[in-house]
């Protein structure tokens, strides 16, 4: 597996420990995070903050990563997310792009949904009412 693969399993599996530390590491500092909707955030600590939200807000949240491959300067992976929440559950395409040991841009896209997490789990969007969806 490309050491860029394995960096995006790491934050997977940082995530699916509730390890908001080490997702954080694995964050570049300017990263930009962009959902289904087409909506990004940027900057290390909203995207932290977006994740710790996602956790708090849907605590059966787990990827499953299930290919991953290194073309072009980019991570495409491929998963399924099991969750509580119908519309998070099911599988997931995701793109990244990762230099030094780190996410600089994170892409998730999940077929039928037009869901965006920016929106849904930021301060900004309503963290705390994100669970209505």
């Keep these: 597996m490309h050491r860029n693969c394995r960096t995006l399993e790491r934050f997977f599996t940082a995530l699916n420990d509730r ?3 080490t ?3 694995l964050l570049d500092a300017d990263v930009v995070v ?4 087409m909506e990004s955030l940027s900057g290390v600590a909203p995207a932290r903050q977006m994740f710790a939200n996602l956790l708090r ?3 059966s949240f787990h990827v499953e990563l299930k290919d991953c491959i290194y073309r072009d300067g980019k991570v495409r992976a491929r998963g399924r997310v099991r969750s509580d929440i119908a519309e998070l559950a099911g599988p997931c395409l995701w793109e990244t792009r990762v230099a030094k040991g780190r996410i600089r841009h994170y892409q998730s ?5 037009n869901v965006s997490f920016v929106r849904m ?6 963290a705390d009412q994100a669970h209505t969806l």
């Design 109 to 113: 896209f999940r077929a039928g949904s």
């Design 34 to 37: 962009t959902d289904n909707a």
């Design 121 to 126: 789990l930021t301060d900004e969007g309503g």
């Design 19 to 21: 390890d908001l530390a």
């Design 57 to 59: 807000v849907d605590p």
């Design 23 to 25: 997702c954080g590491k």
